[in-house]
């Protein structure tokens, strides 16, 4: 049996990167699954490998900074799945650009999508994630959240501010039994970061620093995700894991 057997998940951003490897896992592991993108191709891509499984699901097409948007997503979760077990706000975006570079549509942007859809995203979910004790919500933030790169300001603001998020909403949430942890993953390899990783000398460079030496996989902050979806971390709550081969413990 699989270790999200009977439950359902919602999670944001997952035709594409980590997302998609999380919905593909939690599906593997039983649990149905509503890929929520707003790229309905790729939404519907992931529904296809999850049906290919032998999993289930539903593919929406949602812009999770948009309130109107997120209310549609989850009136359509709630008609055809009734219960929500799990949320993972994972979809997001970068603008990398020096802070005098960055405009107030940069900024809008970032932490529309970072921040605020994370929000509306819980705010929406509450009331299906109340309905049963257990359920968890998982917010993919960054090791941005406290180490910084160069040109990444309005990144960096959006994933601390979700980081802190998730600690303050898992002391609101726990009289409801709702788990709300966060995942700081470092450098990934998905269309976020293609651009970075095509460089030949920024791959040698980033396998020479990072203690574990590889670049991490989707696969990687899934199955860091699967822990915290399941009832192997039934008593972690306003927890962060940092998923990044031990880069950011690093001085030099
Ligand atoms: N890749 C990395 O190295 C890395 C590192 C740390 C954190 N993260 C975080 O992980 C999450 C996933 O990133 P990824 O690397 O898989 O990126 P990605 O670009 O591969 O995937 C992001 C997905 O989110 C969707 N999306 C973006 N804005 C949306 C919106 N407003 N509404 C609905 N869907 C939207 C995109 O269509 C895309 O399918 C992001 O929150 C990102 O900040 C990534």
Redesign the pocket.
Known sequence: MGRLEGKDALV?????????SIALLFAREGARVAV????RA?AEQTLVEIQQQGGGGLALV????KADSVEQLLLEVERQFKTLHILVN?????RRRAFEELGEEDWDAVLA??LK?AVLCTRKALALLKKQSGSKIIN?????AFRHARKMTA?AAS?GALASLSRSLALELAPYDIHVNYI??????????RPYLARWMFRKYMRHWTPLRRV?E?ED?ASVALFLASSDSDFVTGEGITVDGGLSLRLF
Do not use: F, H, Q
């Not at 949602?62 to 900074?65: F, G, H, N, V």
């Not at 993919?140 to 941005?144: F, G, L, Y």
């Open positions: 944001t951003g997952s035709g594409s990167g980590i997302g998609k929520a993108d707003r790229d790729a949602a812009d999770i900074s994972n979809a997001g975006i970068s999508t970072n859809g993919i933030a960054s090791v941005e990144y994933k700081c993953p470092g450098l990934i390899r998905t269309e976020m970061t991490g989707p902050v």
